[in-house]
Each structure stands twice: as C-alpha cells, then as structure tokens.
C-alpha cells in the first residue's frame, strides 16, 4: 500500500489562495494517476481533480475548474494542488490518493490523514 501524507492546509479568507501537498512513499508514483478529493462537515467524500502519470491530463470537478490547478512532481513523489478564488464552500478536509484514471477517479489505497482548509467569509 502506498502512503499518502497531505499538507498544506490552513485558514484562508474567502478568494484566498493555498497550495496543497501529497508526498507519496511508493517509488512506482511516477507511473500512476493520482487524484485529489474532499470531505466537507456532514457531507460524503467527493473527487476535486485527477492527474495522469505524466502530468498531461487533467481532469477537475465542475465546481473547482477554472480555480484548482492539479501539478505533480514525480522526482518528489508529490502531488499538489494550487487552489485560488478559493470559497467558504471549499471548506472541507482535502484528501490524495492514487485512482486508476483521470477517467476512473476512485481510490485506490487507504486514505490518510488529510489537510484541513478552512475558508470564511
């Protein structure tokens, strides 16, 4: 199983910017899509943005495109997330984990620990 440790997280007002984190421990990371999802208060767990192995293709959900950019290094095994114009409705525990593909975006391994974002109004 890979490990996954988020980062990154914070308290930011509403259309504030974060960078979000994802080390991964697995050495083939570079070979596998990686996808970032969130866990609002009372909600269930939704996908946010998926990447390829290269980096080439993307794909977000309809209510972050145009604000998240998902980005991944593979010589630091890390994936990242780069939030802007960010709103009290992003506010949720943001998870990564690999996904099969950007086009199946479930997970693969168990989550970690996740990184809280808060964003007020």
């Known amino acids: 199983q890979v490990q996954l440790v988020e980062s990154g997280g914070g308290l930011v007002q509403a259309g504030g910017s974060l960078r979000l984190s994802c080390a991964a421990s697995?050495?083939?990371?570079?070979?596998?899509?990686m996808g970032w999802f969130r866990q609002a208060p009372g909600k269930e767990r939704e996908f946010v943005a998926a990447?390829?192995?290269?980096?080439?293709?993307?794909k977000y959900a309809d209510s972050v495109k145009g604000r998240f950019t998902i980005s991944r290094d593979n010589a630091k095994n890390t994936v990242y997330l780069q939030m802007n114009s960010l709103k009290p409705e992003d506010t949720a525990v943001y998870y990564c984990?690999?996904?099969?593909?950007?086009?199946?975006?479930?997970?693969?391994?168990?989550w970690g620990q996740g990184t809280l974002v808060t964003v007020s109004s």
């Open positions: 697995e050495r083939t990371f570079s070979t596998n899509s």
């Open positions: 984990n690999r996904v099969p593909a950007t086009t199946i975006v479930s997970a693969l391994d168990a």
């Open positions: 990447i390829n192995w290269s980096g080439k293709i993307v």
